[in-house]
């Protein structure tokens, strides 16, 4: 593939009006919008300030993300790559997110692995010790690498969230208290997922706010009415862990496919 990406389609027609929102026409067009757009802020984070730092979920992201390999021109020498969520299972183990990006996209670029990917340690220690020890690597980082707001919270040049059908994202559940942890911590123990595996760990609703740049990505018809509830006016949806973190971030954009997006949506 040539060095820049191509875009993912055009803005299409939908029932989604929302400024969150850019829907292309299908999970093909989704995927490439996706890598253009992780291409082009990793290339602005190292021009600006020489290092890029992206944090990734797992889930189905990690098979949007395999055209990264035909992108030519992302200086991997310079980017740092964290998770937004694990799942506490070996790193080798099916339900893995790292485990599922290696295999995915990771394995096939020039990332220099032993340096530049920081997966949470030892998952399967469970969830209150990867927790703590993903805080320390975290919080680690010298600041070329990631960067922290005023406040010392780990601020990414770009986070890319998946959510679920119950309006979750990185492992923030609804119904939950991590969403509204009020303790300064960049990472949360996860104990009683609702979505299997149970032990978790995730970075916080703070981070989520610290993020330079946010990238939703949903696709299929199954995504569609947690899209239609997360992007709605409406007090209550906003209440959705995936809902809160839009309108609380600096920058946050939904990339959908049509199926996705076909849900009535209000503009909020
Ligand atoms: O369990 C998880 O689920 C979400 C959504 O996954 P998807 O397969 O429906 O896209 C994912 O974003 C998160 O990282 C993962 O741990």
Redesign the pocket.
Known sequence: MSSSLPAGGAECASTISSPFAHVSPGKEEVALELCRRVQQALLTAVSERTKASLAI?????NNMLRALKDADDIPWEHVHVFW??E?CVPHDHEDS?FGAACKAWIDAVNLDKANNVHPVPAPEKGADEAADAYETLLRSQPDAVLPKSADGTPAFDLLL????PDG????LFPGLPHMDDTSGRAVLAVHDSP?PPPE?VTLTAGVCRASRSILFV?VGAEKASTVNICLSDDTASRQLPAARVTREAQQATWLLDMAAAAGELRNP
């Open positions: 979920s797992g889930g189905s992201m937004a969520d799942r997110n969230l998946g959510f679920g979750h994202t990185c492992s979505k978790r949903g």
